[in-house]
């Protein structure tokens, strides 16, 4: 494909189709406030913390996903460059 038709490609694209549903869906997880007490932002709003690994799949994830699995969420976030850091007490 040429840059010519590359550019012609970019232009019939939707702004709002450059974001995948994963990270919108993150994102207004994170940004509804519904379970701050479970999942939430760092105080740098740089990354998210799950405080409640358990409750997290079983009242968050269903609620912005169709599934409940912990460990597909954060195969998904890996996939997009997201990386495990320590785990801190809260």
């Known amino acids: 494909m040429t840059t010519a038709l590359l550019e012609k490609a970019k232009h019939k694209v939707r702004p709002n189709e450059l974001v995948s549903s994963f990270i919108k869906k993150t994102y207004a997880m ?47 976030l890996n996939f997009y460059d997201f990386h495990k850091r320590r785990t801190q007490k809260y």
């Open 30 to 76: 994170l940004e509804d406030q519904k379970f701050p007490e479970i999942v939430d932002w760092n105080e740098e709003g740089t990354a998210l913390i799950i405080k409640k690994p358990t409750e997290f799949g079983q009242k968050v994830l269903p609620t912005y996903f169709k599934h409940s699995n912990l460990t597909s969420f954060v195969r998904q």
